[in-house]
C-alpha cells in the first residue's frame, strides 16, 4: 500500500523535490489562477470599489487560510515522520487524530473571526460602501473554512506519503468547480462578490469531498476515534502546530499592515496592491509550495535516520528556489504590459503592477528562502525558530522600511520597503535551518521523550 512506503529515504533528492514541488505548485497555482480570474471578472465590472473590498478581503482570507496551512504543518511533520519509520499503524492513527483535532481548532478559529469581522474590516481601513463589500464577501466566505481546512490538511497528508499526484487533484478539482462557477455567478446571474463568495465555498466543498476519498483509498484510510487517542495525540500535534501557526500568521499580519499603510493613499493604490497579490501566488506558485514540498522529504528521512540527506535536500531546496525565481521574474517582466492591460490597469494602478514585475519579483528569491527554510525547521522540532524568523521579516523587517519609503515614493515605497524586508530574513532563515540541522528533534512514541534521530551513513543522493 502506498501509506507503507517511504519513497524519500532513496534516490535523487533533487528530483525527489522537484516533483513534490511542481506537482503540488499545480494545485496550487490552479486554485490561485482561478482566484485571478475572481479579480479580473470583477475588475470588468469597472466598479474600484468592488476590487478593492476584494482587496481587503484577501488580506483577511490570507490570515484563515494560513492557519489551516499552520495546522496542517504539524499533521504532516508527524505522518511523514511515522511513515519513515515504517509504522503504518501509527501513521494512520496520527491522520485520523490531526483530521479531527484540525477540523475542531479550525472551526473555533473560525467562528471567532466571524465574530469580529467588523472590528478587523475597519482596522484594514475599509470605510463606507467598501467596508460594507467587504463584510459581505467575507462573512459568507468564512462560513466555509471548515471546508478548506479538512482539504489542506488531507492533502498535506497525502505528500507525507509521496502521493504528490494525488495531492494536487485535490486543488485541481476545486479550481475546475471554481472556474465553473465563477462566470455563472459573478457575471451572468450579476451577483458581483456575493457570487464570487458562494463560487468560493462550493469549490471548498469539492476540495474536501475530493481530499478525504484520496486519503480514504490511496493511504489506508482512518483509525477509530477515541477521546483518549485525541488526549494523546493533541500535545505533539500543538508542539509542530502552534509555532507553525504562528509562523503562518506571520505572513497575512504583515500583509494587512502593508494593506492599512497603502489604504492611505486611495482606492486605487489599494486595487494596485490587490492586483499584485492576486499574481504573486500564480507567479510564484511553486516557490510557495516549497514548504509542503520539502516537509514530508525531511520527515522521512528524519525518520530513518538519514541526516545525510536532510542537509542535501536544504541545499537543493535553494538551488531550485533560486531558479525558478530567474524564470518566473524574466517571464513577469516580458508580460508586464499585458498583464496590466488584462486589468484595465491604468495611472497609479499600472505604476504598482509594473513595479511588482519588475524588481520586486527578483526580490522574491529572498521569500524563497524563508519558505525552505521554515520546512526544515519546522520538520526537525525547531518550529519556534520558523516563527522568530517570519514575525521579524513581518514587522522589524517591513513596518520601518515602508513608513520611510512611502515618504519619498508612496504606496509603491511601501512595497518595495515590504519587499527589502525579506532581504535580512531570508538569510537569517537559512542560518537557522542549518542550526537546526546540526541539533534535530525527533517525535518520539507515546509515552517517551523526544530523541536525538540516529544518523546512517549514506550517499547524499
Not at 22 to 35: E, K, R, T
Not at 323 to 342: G, K, M, Y
Not at 344 to 354: F, I, M, S, T
Not at 393 to 414: M, Y
Request: glycine share 12%; net charge positive.
Amino acid at each position: 500500500m502506498a501509506g507503507e512506503q517511504a519513497k524519500f529515504v532513496e534516490g535523487n533528492l533533487f528530483r525527489h523535490l522537484s516533483v513534490m514541488a511542481l506537482s503540488s505548485s499545480v494545485g496550487l497555482i490552479a486554485v490561485f489562477i482561478v482566484d485571478l480570474i475572481n479579480m479580473v471578472y470583477i475588475s470588468w465590472l469597472q466598479d474600484h470599489v468592488l476590487t478593492a473590498a476584494l482587496g481587503y478581503a484577501g488580506a483577511v482570507l490570507f490570515f484563515t487560510t494560513s492557519f489551516g496551512i499552520g495546522i496542517s504543518i504539524g499533521v504532516s511533520a508527524l505522518v511523514s515522520q511515522a511513515v519513515g519509520q515504517r509504522d503504518p499503524k501509527l501513521a494512520r492513527e496520527r491522520v485520523t487524530e490531526g483530521l479531527v483535532l484540525s477540523l475542531v481548532l479550525g472551526s473555533l478559529f473560525s467562528a471567532l473571526v466571524f465574530v469580529l469581522l467588523p472590528q478587523i474590516v475597519d482596522l484594514l481601513g475599509a470605510k463606507g460602501r467598501t467596508a460594507e463589500e467587504t463584510l459581505g464577501f467575507l462573512r459568507l466566505y468564512t462560513a466555509s473554512q471548515p471546508l478548506l481546512i479538512a482539504a489542506i490538511v488531507c492533502a498535506a497528508v497525502l505528500r507525507s506519503h509521496g502521493e504528490a499526484r494525488r495531492a494536487m487533484m485535490v486543488t485541481v478539482w476545486g479550481a475546475v468547480v471554481l472556474a465553473a462557477l465563477d462566470p455563472v455567478l459573478i457575471l451572468w446571474a450579476d451577483w458581483g462578490l456575493t457570487g464570487a463568495a458562494v463560487a468560493g465555498a462550493g469549490s471548498r466543498a469539492a476540495m474536501a469531498i475530493m481530499a478525504l476519498w484520496a486519503v480514504r483509498r490511496r493511504i489506508g484510510g482512518f483509525s477509530q476515534v477515541t477521546g483518549e487517542g485525541l488526549r494523546l495525540g493533541l500535545a505533539p500535534l500543538l508542539a509542530i502546530a502552534f509555532p507553525a501557526i504562528l509562523t503562518q500568521l506571520a505572513t497575512p499580519v504583515g500583509q494587512a499592515l502593508v494593506t492599512r499603510m497603502v489604504a492611505g493613499y486611495g482606492e486605487a493604490a489599494v486595487t494596485g496592491m490587490a492586483i499584485a497579490g492576486r499574481l504573486t501566488p500564480v507567479a510564484f506558485g511553486v516557490v510557495f509550495a516549497m514548504t509542503g514540498a520539502i516537509g514530508p522529504i525531511i520527515g522521512q528521512n528524519l525518520g530513518a535516520g538519514r541526516m545525510d540527506r536532510v542537509r542535501r535536500v536544504f541545499i537543493d531546496g535553494l538551488i531550485f528556489t533560486g531558479l525558478v525565481i530567474l524564470v518566473v521574474s524574466a517571464l513577469l517582466f516580458l508580460l508586464r504590459a499585458p498583464i496590466a492591460d488584462l486589468f484595465h490597469a491604468e495611472g497609479h494602478v499600472r505604476d504598482l503592477v509594473y513595479l511588482f514585475c519588475g524588481p520586486l519579483a527578483l526580490l522574491w528569491f529572498f521569500n524563497g528562502i524563508i519558505f525552505v527554510g521554515n520546512a526544515v525547521c519546522n520538520n526537525l522540532g525547531r518550529p519556534f525558530w520558523s516563527t522568530i524568523v517570519n514575525w521579524g521579516r513581518h514587522t522589524v523587517g517591513t513596518i520601518p522600511l515602508a513608513l520611510w519609503l512611502s515618504g519619498t515614493w508612496g504606496a509603491a515605497g511601501v512595497l518595495v520597503g515590504q519587499a527589502l524586508g525579506g532581504v535580512v530574513f531570508g538569510l537569517a532563515a537559512a542560518w537557522f535551518a542549518l542550526l537546526a540541522i546540526r541539533s534535530p528533534v525527533i517525535a518520539a512514541p507515546r509515552g517517551h521523550k523526544p530523541e536525538q534521530p540516529p544518523v546512517e551513513a549514506g550517499a547524499e543522493g
